[in-house]
């Protein structure tokens, strides 16, 4: 099967360090992931064998990492059920979004998309579609009386059984499965997803965390890890497929192992140790860490381990002690502080990033000048910014939301300026100097030029030589000149 033609990723508002390769443009928070010739050649790829209309699926995935993974997993049982992917929805007998439901804006932009397509609905009754994923978790009482042409609400919990929610949807015109107690069982072997060198491999599902702002408690459910044996035997099968990097996945990755073993303490080191074992396997990362399971074990096993990459993004949301105490973030300044310099002592060279929310409930000027005071002293390579958006349901959402919008628009700006300059002065440090970049695919914005990434995850970008096919491969390349999200270079020894 192919991977979805067109991957639409909800990433935020606005970022300064983009989360994924060069296609994800600042500000306007959608990603379109790789042309279709890039895809065709990934390996769990096979081309479209004419599919009768009634197995022609358009698919679209908003959301963070795990909603991406999620929507690999769903494809991988699509595909043993015989449906193929298109990327015209007038050309598709199944229209699924896996939605996002982190902010309004990444809601609303779903909603108009599913009331958009009531007329195809009208003109074709056969027609299947389904909301999934968080957004439909969070609107499961109201999506079918909103939506009545939508036939599927399904929630992350059991994705798994879409191929039945399809033909249940087709016997019985609407059907929702919304439960998030049973495990979510799964072990791919293959790499479905738009970059054949690169796989996400989850070790958690859920959070635990009672953040005041967030709705993925309630969207995901509490916190279960994965077996370390089951995560080690998946990633095998994928780096065996030709997978070179992995990227571990947890709402609090770092809190791992919790209620694995009673007695015992699994945690995320005991993962990278088996990673770093695998032949092939060239790099390790691991998202998203919470800075109060910051253990020293797990700083050290980053410092020690060699595939282990050195990027940590670490979120703080906040520089202001009363602000992080109303999110019930459960860490103080002092000990994000702690953290930083233990991570910087033992892990030399480490790149630095993370997630600020402004215009929380309260926020005053004193408060927002601590997140600046932070912003400046920590020089973070890079940061993602986003204006509170309250969540109904969530325990802010009885808060005073009485930061007014002009206000957010505003801090969101001052941060944003700041990290820009801070990200152009580190990148700047590269200039002269030799990284090692793992290919991903030819760069967007220039058709001249490789991309890709190196251990520190900054994007960097070197000139394509003939007819050279360097994807998947680590190259050095000789930084010249940078940008605040961009490292521009050459090969050695092909300087102009
Ligand atoms: N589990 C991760 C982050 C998940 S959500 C963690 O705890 O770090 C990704 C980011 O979205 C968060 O770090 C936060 O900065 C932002 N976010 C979450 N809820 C939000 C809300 N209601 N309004 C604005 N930003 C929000
Ligand atoms: Fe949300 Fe907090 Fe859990 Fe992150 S740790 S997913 S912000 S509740
Ligand atoms: Fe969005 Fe759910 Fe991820 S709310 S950010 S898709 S966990």
């Not at 790789?34 to 064998?49: N, Q, R, T, V």
């Not at 074709?124 to 609107?139: E, F, K, T, W």
């Not at 105490?325 to 030399?348: A, E, F, G």
Request: charged residues 25%; contains cysteine.
């Amino acid at each position: 099967m192919r991977w979805l033609p067109v991957v639409k990723t909800e990433n935020g508002e606005s970022s300064i360090q983009e989360r994924s390769s060069e296609g994800s443009r600042i500000g306007e928070g959608l990603l379109t992931e790789g042309s279709c010739d890039e895809l065709a050649a990934s390996p769990g790829s096979e081309m479209i064998g004419g599919a009768p209309l009634d197995r022609r699926v358009y698919f679209e995935v908003f959301g963070c990492q795990m909603n991406k993974l999620d929507a690999e997993l769903m494809l991988g049982v699509l595909n043993e059920d015989g449906y193929e992917l298109t990327d015209d929805p007038r050309d598709a007998g199944v229209i699924l979004y896996n939605t996002c439901a982190i902010r309004e804006q990444a809601e609303n932009r779903v909603f108009s998309k599913l009331g958009n397509l009531k007329g195809l609905k009208d003109a074709r009754p056969d027609l299947v579609i389904g909301m999934l994923g968080c957004g439909a978790q969070n609107h499961q009482h109201d999506i079918f009386r909103r939506y009545p042409h939508v036939g599927i609400v399904c929630g992350p919990g059991e994705f798994l059984r879409l191929p039945q929610l399809i033909d249940q949807a087709r016997e019985e015109g609407q059907v929702a499965a919304l439960d998030l107690d049973k495990p979510v069982r799964f072990a791919r072997t293959k790499n479905l997803g738009p970059r054949p060198h690169h796989a996400f491999v989850s070790v958690m599902r859920g959070c635990d965390m009672a953040c005041t702002y967030c709705v993925v408690p309630t969207t995901r459910g509490g916190e279960v890890s994965r077996p370390v044996s089951e995560i080690i035997e998946e990633a095998d099968a994928l780096v065996a497929s030709g997978v070179k990097e992995i990227t571990l996945l947890g709402q609090t990755v770092n809190s791992y192992g919790k209620r694995l073993a009673p007695g015992r303490r699994i945690g995320l080191q005991h993962v990278l140790c088996g990673l770093n074992q695998l032949d092939g396997l060239e790099r390790i990362h691991f998202i998203t860490s919470h800075p109060r399971f910051m253990n020293r074990e797990l700083v050290e096993a980053m410092g020690d381990l060699d595939r282990v990459c050195e990027y940590l993004p670490l979120p703080v949301q906040s520089g202001s002690d009363d602000v992080l105490r109303r999110m019930l973030r459960s860490y103080t300044m002092k000990h994000y502080r702690k953290v930083i310099d233990d991570c910087r002592q033992l892990v030399p060279g480490i790149a630095l990033a993370t997630d600020f929310i402004v215009g929380f409930c309260g926020e005053t000027e004193a408060e927002f000048a601590e997140t600046v005071k932070l912003l400046e002293e920590v020089r973070f390579n890079g940061a993602y910014i986003f204006k509170y958006s309250e969540r109904p349901g969530t325990p802010a959402a009885e808060f005073a939301d009485d930061v007014p919008e002009e206000v957010k628009r505003e801090r969101n700006q001052v941060l944003l300026e700041i990290q820009r300059r801070i990200s152009q002065e580190l990148n700047s440090e590269s200039i002269g100097q030799e990284t090692e970049v793992l290919v991903e695919g030819v760069s967007k914005k220039d058709k001249t030029r490789w991309s890709g990434r190196n251990r520190k995850h900054q994007i960097v970008v070197f000139p394509i030589q003939g007819d050279e096919n360097l994807v998947g491969q680590l190259v050095n390349v000789k930084v010249r000149d940078v940008t605040s999200v961009v490292l521009v270079g050459e090969r050695p020894g092909e300087e102009s």
